[in-house]
């Protein structure tokens, strides 16, 4: 983890000084072909991608912030779309040219590689400081949290951009992190049925809504959510079971939509055959997002809203009581038709006063949750 000093720009070592970094790791025991792979800048045919993260005032005045990036070089062989579309059973030939146009541009990070040991600069707007991400993995991903003075003009949102390459001109990828108040509500929001309509129990649905399909927002979840968002120190994170490889096209959606921006919590990037999650790592990726926000945000009261289409209920009710005096209400958005009185949600909230849980019926009007004043 970086220290937080600027470090000058990593240049390509020639194959003499590789040839010198491995005789001194094996002096030192180590593995030669480890030494080989010795942290380089991006390529110009390589890139990086940041999800918004968050930040953190410190007790000094300063912020702590997390970057998290996944670098990674796209493929543009010929037939890709059509192999991928016959994987997921979807036939391109009788798509629309609009909805082949969508299917394109939604799946063309899944025919990119990621990129191993690959570094890049971080230069924050508004400020000096520079600082060098930690070599990528086998994943394509690279992780900091780093403390920084506070750059000038930060309310909600603390900027960057991802430098590299010759001229520090030709690869500038842009990323932010949401400043969250050591006080106030957090959402902390699904989307796939929850904010935006997916039928995620509907698999042939479900993939084409998710890429061939315009996004549609749920009916009136934004409205609610800007309401909430008057709120003093609201913040909105959030969290999907989606790989990372639709985070482009999820915060085109968010803002497009007309809901708060937030943070994004995506599950790591992923293959073709890993695109569907099985229900454990799903409920592992939830409740691990979970548990890390309100871990960093000891003193913030959440709201958790999510849907009845997959384990939200069942997961939110385990927060909850494990949680109490930080949950403030659990929304599910009902897709299923069970209704408050059904097996599912007696035994799910069980114990849970009923007016800390809500659902959200397909004909309701009124938000069930008080925006805080």
């Known amino acids: 983890m970086s220290d937080g000093a600027p470090h000058p720009t990593t240049t390509t070592p020639d194959p003499r000084r590789r040839s010198l970094v491995a005789g001194a790791a094996l002096l030192a025991g180590l593995a030669p072909l480890q030494a080989l792979r010795a942290a380089e800048p991006l390529e110009p045919d390589e890139e990086a991608l940041f999800m918004n993260g968050t930040a953190r005032p410190t007790a000094d005045g300063r912020l702590e912030v997390d970057i998290h990036a996944w670098i990674f070089e796209r493929e ?26 969508r299917f394109s541009q939604r799946t063309a990070l899944f025919h990119a590689e990621s990129e191993e040991d690959k570094v890049i600069d971080v230069v924050f707007d508004g400020s000096p400081t520079r600082i060098t991400m930690p070599a990528s993995g086998k994943d394509g991903r690279s992780n900091l949290r780093i403390v920084i003075d506070a750059p000038r003009d930060t309310r909600e949102w603390v ?22 108040p050591e006080e106030g509500v957090s959402v902390i929001s699904d989307i ?44 909105f994170h959030y969290l ?27 599950r790591e990037s992923t293959t073709w055959r890993t695109l569907i999650p099985g ?6 990726h939830k409740l ?10 000891p003193q913030r009261r959440f709201v958790l809203v999510g849907d009845s289409g997959e384990a939200d209920p069942e997961i939110y009710a385990q927060v909850f009581r494990a949680h ?7 929304v599910i958005r009902d897709v299923t038709g069970e209704g408050r009185t059904s097996e599912r949600y007696r035994a799910t909230f069980d114990g849970i006063e009923p007016v800390r849980w809500h659902l959200v019926m397909p004909d309701t009007t009124a938000w069930p949750v008080q925006a805080p004043n």
């Open 240 to 266: 999907s079971s989606s790989p990372i490889q639709l985070y482009p096209a999820l915060s085109d959606f968010i803002r497009s939509a007309g809901f708060p921006a937030g943070s994004m919590h995506l």
């Open 288 to 297: 691990g997002t979970i548990e890390r926000l309100l871990a960093e945000f």
């Open 279 to 284: 229900e454990e790592d799903s409920r592992a």
């Open 76 to 101: 543009h062989r010929w037939g890709l779309d059509s192999a991928l579309a016959r994987y997921l059973g979807l036939s391109l030939r009788k798509l629309s040219p609009a909805a082949r146009l």
């Open 159 to 180: 900027r960057y951009h991802g430098v590299t390459g010759p001229g520090e001109l030709l690869h500038r990828f842009r990323g932010e992190a949401l400043v969250v």
């Open 192 to 235: 796939d049925d929850t904010i935006k309509r997916t039928q995620v129990r509907d698999r042939r649905e479900m993939l084409l809504n998710t890429f061939a399909r315009r996004f549609e927002a749920a009916p009136r979840m934004a409205d609610w959510y800007r309401a909430l968002a008057q709120a003093p120190g609201a913040r």
């Open 324 to 330: 109490q005096a930080r949950i403030d209400s659990i």
